[in-house]
């Protein structure tokens, strides 16, 4: 079974400019959640991505932004980077069936630095 | 009040103690209880999950949940070194047709030799 694989590992942007994070879910899994991980701090949802769309959304504003691909995989773009915006951003794989407890499995994560 | 909180640490346990961490949530109609371990550096790893009032056991790990009142919680029997990690409490609320988890800000615990 494949696990969730992230890239890049890490990133550094400067202020203003855009960055695009990938993420490729587990083997069987259709829906991908993004988060993000300020130092510290738990893991704060921004959105879900099932059947290529988004399917729920936290308090982010528009500039975050995403994808989902029909092989699950998904983007996470974000433009006009702030330096707030510096933390670990996590992709989590799930598999969206009737029943489901909602159990999500984390990729390695990207760590992006905003200077 | 937070969505979820957990017990403040940082907890040190010596080497065979029983490391005893908790949570509480604020949405009473939350569905499922997640209990994450994230070593540092690294990204959170699923290591037990709960949905119904009661015990639930696996292996060194206990999850506990009371509805009732609003809490949950993790116990880890003969507590090792490698336990050493940040354990994140994730709840799915409900009303939401979509995975939204909620953590908490994490407890950090560090078990001595």
């Known amino acids: 079974e494949t696990g969730v694989t992230q890239s890049p590992t890490h990133l550094i942007k400067t202020r203003g400019q855009q960055v695009t994070l990938r993420c490729s879910s587990q083997?069987?899994?259709?829906?991908v959640s993004w988060y993000q991980q300020a130092l510290g701090q738990g893991p704060q949802f921004i959105f879900q991505?099932?059947?290529?769309?988004?399917?729920g959304r936290g308090n982010f504003p528009p500039r975050f932004s995403g994808l989902q691909f029909p092989n699950y995989s998904s983007e996470l773009n974000v433009n006009a980077l702030e330096l707030d915006d510096s933390a670990l951003y996590l992709c989590?794989?799930?598999?969206?069936?009737?029943?489901?407890?909602?159990?999500?499995?984390f990729g390695p994560g990207t760590r992006l630095t905003v200077l | 009040q937070k969505e979820v909180e957990q017990n403040s640490g940082p907890l040190s346990v010596p080497e065979g103690a029983i490391a005893s961490l908790n949570c509480t949530y604020s949405?009473?109609?939350?569905?499922?209880f997640f209990w994450y371990r994230q070593y540092s550096g690294k990204s959170p790893e699923l290591i037990m999950f709960?949905?119904?009032?009661g015990d639930k056991e696996d292996g060194r790990f206990t999850a506990q949940l009371n509805k009732a009142s609003q809490y949950v919680s993790l116990l880890i029997r003969d507590s090792q070194p490698s336990d050493s990690a940040t354990y994140l409490c994730?709840?799915?609320?409900?009303?939401?047709?979509?995975?939204?988890?909620?953590f908490g800000q994490g407890t950090i615990l560090t078990v001595h030799p």
């Open positions: 989590a794989s799930s598999l969206a069936i009737s029943g489901s407890l909602g159990e999500q499995f």
């Open positions: 083997s069987g899994h259709n829906t």
């Open positions: 991505y099932y059947r290529e769309e988004e399917n």
């Open positions: 949405d009473r109609g939350s569905q499922s």
């Open positions: 709960i949905y119904s009032n």
């Open positions: 994730a709840v799915k609320p409900g009303g939401t047709s979509y995975g939204k988890l909620t």
